[in-house]
C-alpha cells in the first residue's frame, strides 16, 4: 500500500470498520487515515475524526483524499425502517460518492452485498460479477440501487468506482446472524446438523479486510473504470461445518439432534421464519476467481483460524 496516501473510512466504529482500521494499521503505519463518524462525541478512535450523519445534508471536506472507504450504512434488520434503507444505503452514498468525486477523490470504494445477486445459487451455478442481479429484499435493493448510480457516475468522473460484494462476514465479534449462531452454541443449544448438509460461500473478517486494503493501494491499476467484485473465503462449506468451527473455537461440544431436512423446513416455515430457512439451509455459492485473479490476493485465512483469532 502506497504510503503517502490518505483515506477517509466511513462506518469505522463498527464491526468492519474497526478490523479495516486496525489492519490498515499493521500494513502500512504511514498512511494517513480520516474517519467519518455520525457521532465524533464519545469517539475514542485514534484518527482525524469528522461528523458525517448520512440522513442530513452531507456538507464534508474531502480535498486532498485520496481513496474513500464506504462502509457505513443501514444494516439488514427487521427494526430498520424500508424507507431508511433507499435514503442512507442508495440516495447518500450516491451523494456522498458525488462529493468525492467533484472535490477530487481518485477512488470510491462501496462494501454492497450479495444480496445484490440474489440468495440461492449453488456449487454447479455459483455467483459471478456477470451474474443478473435479483436483489430479494429492501435492503438488497438499496444496495443495487447504489451500485448503478456509482456505475453511472463513473461514466463521466474521473474517480474510480470499485464495488464488493461480500457474504456473509464472520469474526471473532461479529453481529447479526453470526452473532446469534455464536450465542447458540455457548449455551449448547442442539443443532439438527445432519440437515444442515448445504454449500454456502461466507467470508472471515480478515480475508475481507486483506481485500479492501488491497483495492485501497492507488499502486493497483489497470482497473476498470467501475469494477465489482465478488469476494468469500476460498473454502465452500456448510451452516453444519460453520456451527461446528464455532464450537471448536469455544471449546464448545456442539450436539446434534436427528432431524431430517423436510421436517426442519415444515417448522422454519411454521413459524414464519423463512429468512432463517435460507440461511441455514439453502446454498448459496460464490465464484471469486476474478477477484483472487485482478488483484492478486489469497483468501488464505481458514475458518477455524479466523475464529480463534482474537481468542
Known sequence: MSRK???FVTGASGFVGSALLATMDRVAAGVHVKVGLRDISGSDLNY???????AKKIRIDLK????????????????????????????????????????????????????????VSSITDPFTRHSIPAPHNDYAQ????????????????PMEIVIIRPPLIY???APGNFSKLVKLVRFCIPFPLSALDNKRSFIGITNLCNFICKVIDLKLVGLEKSEIFLVSDAEVISTAQLISAIGLSRHKRVFSIPFSRNLLVSILLFFRLNNLKESLLDDLVIDSSYARRKINWDPDISVLKELNNGR
Request: net charge positive; glycine share 8%; hydrophobic share 40%.
Open 48 to 54: 482525524d475524526t469528522v461528523k458525517l450523519d448520512l
Open 5 to 7: 496516501s490518505t483515506i
Open 142 to 157: 438499496s444496495k443495487y440501487d447504489a451500485e448503478l448510480g456509482l456505475i453511472e457516475l463513473a461514466k463521466s468522473s
Open 171 to 173: 469474526g471473532s465479534n
Open 64 to 119: 486532498n483524499i485520496d481513496v474513500l472507504v464506504h462502509l457505513a450504512g443501514v444494516a439488514h434488520n427487521r427494526s430498520a425502517p424500508t424507507a431508511s434503507y433507499d435514503m442512507i444505503n442508495h440516495k447518500a452514498t450516491l451523494l456522498l460518492a458525488k462529493t468525492a468525486s467533484d472535490q477530487g477523490v481518485k477512488r470510491f470504494i462501496f462494501l454492497s452485498s450479495i444480496g445484490v445477486n440474489g440468495k
